[in-house]
Nanobody, 116 residues
C-alpha cells in the first residue's frame, strides 16, 4: 500500500507559476500528476518513471515540468505560464507493485485555480 500526500496548490494569476509536491510512503515505478476540471474527466498531465522517462499532455508541453527525487519518493510538478484552462483539482499518481500485481494509487487532490 502506497499513500500519497500532495501540497502546493493555490490561486494564481494567468501567466504565473506554481509548484506541486507529492510524497509517497513507499517506492513506486511511475509517479506523476493527473487533473480534473469541473464537468470533465480526469486527464493525464505528466508522468515520470523511476528511470527518468517523462510523458506530458500536449496542452502542458513547454510550460510544465515533472521531476522526482527517488531517494525521497517525491514527485514535483513545476507549472509555469499558467492559463485559466489549467484550473482543476490536481491528483498525484503512483504505480507500484503490491503482492505481485501492478496497482495505481491516488492522492487526495489539491486545487489549482488560475484567474484571468
Amino acid at each position: 500500500q502506497v499513500q500519497l500526500v500532495e501540497s502546493g496548490g493555490g490561486l494564481v494569476q494567468a501567466g504565473g507559476s506554481l509548484r506541486l509536491s507529492c510524497v509517497a510512503s513507499g517506492s513506486a515505478f511511475t509517479m506523476g500528476w493527473y487533473r480534473q476540471a469541473p464537468g470533465k474527466e480526469r486527464e493525464l498531465v505528466a508522468t515520470i518513471t523511476r528511470g527518468g522517462s517523462t510523458n506530458y499532455a500536449d496542452s502542458v508541453k513547454g510550460r510544465f515540468t515533472v521531476s522526482r527525487n527517488g531517494a525521497e519518493n517525491t514527485v514535483y510538478l513545476q507549472m509555469d505560464i499558467l492559463k485559466p484552462e489549467d484550473t482543476a483539482v490536481y491528483y498525484c499518481y503512483a504505480k507500484a507493485i503490491n503482492a505481485g500485481s501492478w496497482v495505481n494509487y491516488w492522492g487526495q487532490g489539491t486545487q489549482v485555480t488560475v484567474s484571468s
